[in-house]
């Protein structure tokens, strides 16, 4: 039995962490922390788990086996590496944390305690695009040429549980990034992840465009960014992430082969069709994406608890995400601001 802490009471802790922790037999809710006092109160009386008044009170607690950290990014670091110390197996919000050599410490710290660091990039456990992985390897669009993929939907102001226009989100403070990290850390990994290849070299433009807080003042952090990254093997691609998109949600992919395209998610029905260069098509109808209005299980906790019962590695691992970050940091590092300001490129190692 695995007990089980909660760092971080809000959204993504009460839509997915703890209904997925309490679906299973082999795990109990054993603490909650929250600076808010009352939220992780109100969820201590709810599970039966303690109350703690600190993190650093919960993580010295012999009882407490595992901890999902479901803070603001700005404390995602720092949380994790003292509770690695401390002997706890770790699941951390995406994105891993808020500069390259924190999330370095992470997973040096993760290799050195010998405990699990899994950071929840959800987009890989989706039935469609693990499909669209198996179909890539099996050469069904043959070689990549070039790809396209996008994340973009209204934003996070009425999504976190402390709602409203001057949201943490926005403040660059404890969110350090915008839709770039918030969105684009998805799809960075989701394409590295599809295509088993590396990008070496990333160029982005990071502008806020839209987005106002409460004062009616454009937010301090990106609200649009939209990235071209090389792969190792020469393929070619854009990412488009965003919070001003109001209209549906986009969260769709697009791969380009020798032999055919194929598209996740640009369909409702369909999430996966290949197009082939003979006119034929294959649809597949897998699942729905999930959507900020559409919750459906993450399957995070799941791959967590599994990898640390089964000793195998996650896909979703710490060391996996810390590559993926270095793409994200490569791309925010070389970006030219909004309005026309010019572009550079870095390359991520
Ligand atoms: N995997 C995903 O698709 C996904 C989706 C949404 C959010 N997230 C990530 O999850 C994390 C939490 O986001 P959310 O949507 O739940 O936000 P939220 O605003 O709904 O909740 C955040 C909670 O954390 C608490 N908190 C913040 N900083 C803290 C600290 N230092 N110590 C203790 N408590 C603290 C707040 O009081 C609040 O209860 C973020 O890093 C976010 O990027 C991931």
């Not at 390259?100 to 992470?106: D, G, P, Y």
């Not at 598209?263 to 729905?288: A, M, P, T, V």
């Amino acid at each position: 039995m695995y007990r089980a802490g909660i760092i971080g009471c809000g959204k993504i802790a009460q839509l997915r962490h703890i209904p997925e922790y309490a679906a299973r037999q082999d795990v109990r809710l054993a603490g909650f922390y929250d600076k808010n006092t009352a939220r992780a109160k109100e969820l201590a009386e709810k599970y039966g788990g303690e109350n703690y008044h600190s993190y650093e009170e919960m993580l010295s607690d012999p009882k407490i086996d595992v901890v999902s950290v479901c803070t603001a990014n700005h404390s995602h670091a720092e949380i994790a590496v003292t509770a690695l110390r401390a002997g706890k197996h770790v699941l951390c919000e995406k994105p891993m944390a808020v500069t390259l050599s924190e999330c370095e410490r992470m997973a040096e710290e993760a290799e050195k305690s010998g405990k699990y660091l899994v950071i929840g990039h959800n987009q890989r456990l989706l039935r469609t695009h693990q499909e669209a992985k198996r179909l890539l390897e099996a050469g069904e669009i043959g070689k990549l040429i070039f790809f396209q993929t996008s994340f973009t939907h209204a934003g996070p102001e009425t999504w976190s549980i402390d709602a409203g226009k001057n949201v943490w989100f926005f403040d660059k403070n404890k969110a350090a990034f915008g839709a770039m990290a918030d969105l684009g850390i998805h799809k960075t990994d989701l394409i590295r992840y599809l295509t088993g290849d590396e990008i070496v070299s990333a160029q982005a433009v990071l502008a806020t465009l839209d987005k106002k807080d409460g004062e009616g003042n454009l937010i301090s952090v990106d609200d649009y960014a939209s990235c071209v990254y090389r792969l190792g093997r020469g393929a070619v691609g854009t990412m488009t992430v965003g919070w001003s998109n109001y209209g549906q949600e986009d969260n769709s992919t697009i791969l380009y082969g020798e032999k055919g395209v194929m598209k996740i998610y640009c369909d409702r029905q369909y999430s996966l069709i290949i197009e082939k260069r003979d006119g034929s098509s294959i649809r597949y109808e897998l699942d729905q994406i999930q959507t900020n209005d559409g919750q459906s299980k993450s399957g995070v906790i799941d791959e967590f608890i599994d990898c640390i019962t089964e000793k195998r590695v996650s896909v979703i691992s710490g060391e996996e995400a810390l590559q993926s970050m270095r793409a994200v940091f490569s791309a925010i590092n070389g970006a030219g601001g909004g309005n026309g300001a010019a572009e550079r490129e870095g390359g991520n190692r």
